[in-house]
Nanobody, 115 residues
Framework: QVQLVESGGGSVQAGGSLRLSCEAS????????MGWYRQAPGKRRELVAR???????HYGDSVKGRFIISRDNAKNMVYLQMSSLKPEDTAVYYC?????????WGQGTQVTVSS
């Protein structure tokens, strides 16, 4: 059984920074791709960033140059460092293990960016 628990969300002013964390249970973490997705009210869930088991990283166009995804396999953790935050980054952020179609999801953490 895989469980994902996100933390680190909150409210911040535009231009600020936040760091999201996701702790995963289960031994498959080290061999799994991990991702952060977000969903704003009235919008579809979208990929923010993804990191493979081999540390290859992919970012959504809207966050390139501002967000950094990383992982710590020793701790079963994945992180999302968010900088230069904009009001349009406001959303619920979800941690994902294994891909958006067949993988596992956390409960989500709210990020609110005020102008």
């Amino acid at each position: 059984q895989v469980q994902l628990v996100e933390s680190g969300g909150g409210s911040v002013q535009a231009g600020g920074s936040l760091r999201l964390s996701c702790e995963a249970s289960g031994s498959i973490f080290r061999t799994s791709a991990m991702g952060w997705y977000r969903q704003a009210p009235g919008k579809r869930r979208e990929l923010v960033a993804r990191i493979t088991s081999g540390d290859s990283r992919h970012y959504g166009d809207s966050v390139k140059g501002r967000f950094i995804i990383s992982r710590d396999n020793a701790k079963n953790m994945v992180y999302l460092q968010m900088s230069s935050l904009k009001p349009e980054d406001t959303a619920v952020y979800y941690c994902n293990l294994g891909g958006p179609f067949t993988g596992y999801w956390g409960q989500g953490t709210q990020v609110t960016v005020s102008s």
